[in-house]
């Protein structure tokens, strides 16, 4: 097949550039604008019982979470009782009622002086709102009004809170901090790229198939937006995993057709072998990251869901851009793939005969672990196991105020809320009864089933249509206000907590409201509901969603391998490294150490999210890099029939493409590490030190090590799948062209500029 592929490329090549080159400009002219159409939220599960009471709520009884919060001062030495201040908070609730889209406004001063809305030191008191619409419209109408709520008149001073606010703070915070750290990484990453490739016009050649992969993606995602919600983070996803696979698949091919060129074969000699080795190799690579990301698809949230869309895009784009746009810009090119080349390198003749005659750095690590594979494997699995230590005590919570940095307003504020207030207003559950006739009729069942609720654990209020209570008692009956619990058939109760929403004493709020004896049939939302909800759907889903990715890439690695022993032993050592990764992080961000150094809050918990993802989008790379070792060593395996000399020969080969395609995408991703937002930071330089350990620990110590104590049984297979291998599955056997001796004058200065060596450097 890529035999067929690489003569069809060399016959059609600049009808290939052109097509490539006007698809990538109706891309970007269709895509571009992609951002305007994706969506912030996506992170219920519309399945559970917190989102369908939820749907109820809105649906049923008009009611909306109150997702914006002003936070009234007075002015020192005043109260919030004080004439002027009460007439101000009046007014100030007034006025953020009559805007448009912002409903069911209550404050201290309309609900009768309620404590919990007033501050312990009587200084500071809550108006909270809810507003109509989706988290799209939420967060339009929030970037309008918190400029214009955020005030001191002398009288007062108002500042802006809320999940809404918060969201539009974590949304401008990673947008700008993105956007900075693109700019401290391209022109790096080209500079990198110049000295890893050696010459200007080689390194170009990954940024072009990165661009045609990104921008593809982006018109890919705006055509998923016609008919399903795509979310807004998935674009931080598609430019990162773009430009690293790119380079990764491009480094591979440049890499090898230098190599082949340099043997002497003919332009199009060396391009039908790269495509026969590398091409195929990247095939196989690319399949393994799809199908990591894929099991995201497994997962109800179209957060997760749309990492897994924009995934699969961007890899399958850089693959193309691979194996067919590169190897047609190579086809034109020829030897010209050096010009601008820097410095002088060895042959690739002679970086062969230095593999070995042991002479190859990589070559070198490789000998020395297979002499002593049982101390070395020992010694990393030893270090691999310290480091994923702290994964035993992991805790999950969902994201509140916390991720933005101190100097954030909303985080200002929040953190004044836990410090000077008994409750969390804006955090309260909703506990929703249907079908209960007129509540009217049902008033006493309603009044002793509130009197439960506020007398269950970390419970601050409960406010219902009978009114107020608090500790098991009516601390005020039914006011005006009042009346939004009743609906038509059926009523709710608001729930107010004392402690936080999204912590271990949150969740088992949640499960003491849901277990609360009642009167009628009831179901729970709010934010501590929807932490239990979520946990239970992500967690649920997690065994199919790894039970996937080990099944397929097993399949994927046998198809390549045709050896059951190889698949097993990088499954098994690459949940090892990936533990190590999650244990640190579990060290760093949720137990707090380098948290100064690093520049965020640690909150005890882990966003319930990122490790999810993070293990998709480690696990796929990790595979990928795995893939392009074994598929080196299985190459030189077949053409010798010897176990060691084919590692020592596949990873020295292999050793100094992969390092410079894992130093750029850890460099790529510790970029991230720069952002404001903490789960930003967690997931960049989580997936830095996944691809790091990958690169290093597994590659040149457990790899080599397992190889050799594996010996020949590295390749077995039980008889019938061998068979099936044999019929069905790639082999590894390349025809043996004889070089053209026309080109030997060629390849004798292509010699020269073979492929990157930042090692012999």
């Known amino acids: 097949m890529m035999e067929a592929l690489s003569r069809w490329i060399i016959r059609r090549r600049r009808s290939i550039v052109v097509t490539a080159v006007f698809g990538l400009v109706l891309a970007g002219a269709f895509g571009g604008g992609v951002a305007d159409h994706l969506t912030s939220g996506g992170f219920d599960d519309p399945a559970s019982e917190s989102y369908q009471a939820r749907q109820v709520l809105e649906d049923e009884f008009g009611a909306l979470d109150p997702k914006l919060l002003l936070l009234v001062t007075a002015p020192e030495g005043s109260t919030v009782d004080d004439p002027e201040v009460r007439a101000a908070g009046l007014a100030l609730g007034e006025e953020l009622a009559r805007e448009a889209g912002v409903v069911q406004v209550v404050s201290y001063w309309n609900q009768g002086d309620a404590p919990p809305l007033r501050s312990t030191a009587g200084h500071q008191a809550l108006v909270l709102a809810a507003i109509e619409g989706d988290d799209d419209a939420v967060d339009e109408l929030v970037t309008e009004l918190s400029p214009r709520y955020t005030r001191s008149d002398g009288t007062v001073s108002v500042r802006v809170g809320g999940l809404a606010e918060i969201f539009r703070e974590v949304g401008e915070t990673i947008e700008a901090d993105l956007t900075r750290a693109e700019l401290i990484t391209l022109p790096i990453t080209i500079i990198l790229l110049i000295l890893i490739f050696g010459s200007v016009v080689a390194a170009s050649l990954p940024l072009a198939v990165g661009i045609m992969a990104v921008l593809g993606t982006f018109a890919t995602l705006r055509v998923l937006t016609s008919f399903m919600d795509v979310s807004v983070y998935a674009l931080n996803l598609t430019t990162a995993l773009g430009l690293g696979l790119a380079i990764d698949y491009s480094l591979f091919i440049v890499s090898r057709y230098r190599e082949e060129l340099a043997e002497g074969r003919s332009n199009d000699q060396a391009l039908r072998r790269t495509m026969q080795t590398a091409g195929k190799t990247i095939i196989f690579s690319a399949a393994t990251v799809a199908i990591s990301l894929s099991a995201l698809l497994v997962f109800p949230l179209v957060f997760l869901r749309s990492f897994a869309y924009s995934g699969i895009a961007v890899v399958a784009l850089a693959a193309l851009g691979a194996l067919v746009v590169l190897p047609a810009l190579l086809s034109i090119l020829g030897p010209r793939v050096d010009k601008g080349r820097i410095g002088r390198r060895r042959t690739g003749r002679a970086q062969a005969r230095a593999s070995v005659d042991g002479q190859g750095f990589w070559h070198r690590i490789a000998v020395g672990v297979m002499a002593r594979p049982i101390p070395a494997a020992t010694a990393v699995i030893a270090v691999l196991l310290v480091l ?356 030997v004058g060629v390849a004798v200065g292509a010699a020269e500029r073979d492929s990157a060596d930042l090692v012999s450097r």
């Open 388 to 743: 994923g230590s702290p994964f035993l005590h992991i805790e999950f919570a969902l994201s509140d105020d916390r991720v933005l940095p101190e100097s954030a307003s909303s985080r200002q504020v929040h953190d004044e809320l836990r410090t000077n207030f008994t409750s969390r207003e804006s955090s309260a559950l909703q506990v929703v009864a249907e079908g209960t006739g007129d509540p009217a009729l049902r008033s006493s069942q309603i009044d002793s089933y509130a009197q439960r609720l506020s007398t269950v654990a970390g419970v601050a209020r409960v406010d219902a249509l009978t009114g107020s209570y608090i500790a098991g008692s009516l601390v005020q009956g039914p006011t005006e206000l009042s009346q939004r619990f009743a609906g038509p058939d059926g009523t709710f109760l608001s729930v107010v907590p004392a402690i936080e929403p999204f912590s271990d004493e949150g969740e088992q709020l949640a499960h003491d409201v849901r277990d609360t004896a009642a009167p009628f049939a009831v179901e729970v939302t709010g934010p501590s509901a929807d932490l239990v909800d979520s946990k239970s759907s992500l967690f649920g889903r997690m065994p199919l969603a790894v039970a996937i990715i080990a099944l397929v890439t097993f399949v994927v690695m046998f198809m390549m391998t045709g050896s059951v022993i190889v698949p097993i032993k990088a499954l098994v050592m690459n949940l090892l490294s990936l533990s190590a990764t999650f244990g640190a992080m579990v060290f760093v961000f949720q137990d707090g150490h380098l948290s100064e150094l690093l520049g965020f809050s640690a909150t005890g918990s882990l966003d319930a999210t990122v490790p999810i993802l993070m293990f998709c989008i480690a696990f796929g790379l990790s595979m990928d890099y795995e893939v392009f070792l074994l598929s080196r060593i299985k190459e030189e395996y077949d053409l010798t029939g010897d176990n060691e000399h084919s590692v020592g020969l596949g990873l020295e080969r292999t050793g100094r493409i992969v390092t410079a395609a894992s130093a750029l995408l850890a460099f790529v991703f510790a970029a991230f590490a720069t952002s404001g937002i903490s789960f930003i930071k967690m997931f960049g330089v989580g997936l830095a030190m996944a691809v790091v350990v990958d690169a290093t620990l597994v590659r040149g110590v457990l790899v080599p090590a397992f190889m050799k104590l594996a010996g020949r049984a590295n390749w077995w297979a039980p008889a019938p799948l061998r068979r099936f291998h044999d019929r069905y599955g790639v082999s590894e056997h390349l025809a043996d062209e004889p070089v053209d001796v026309a080109a």
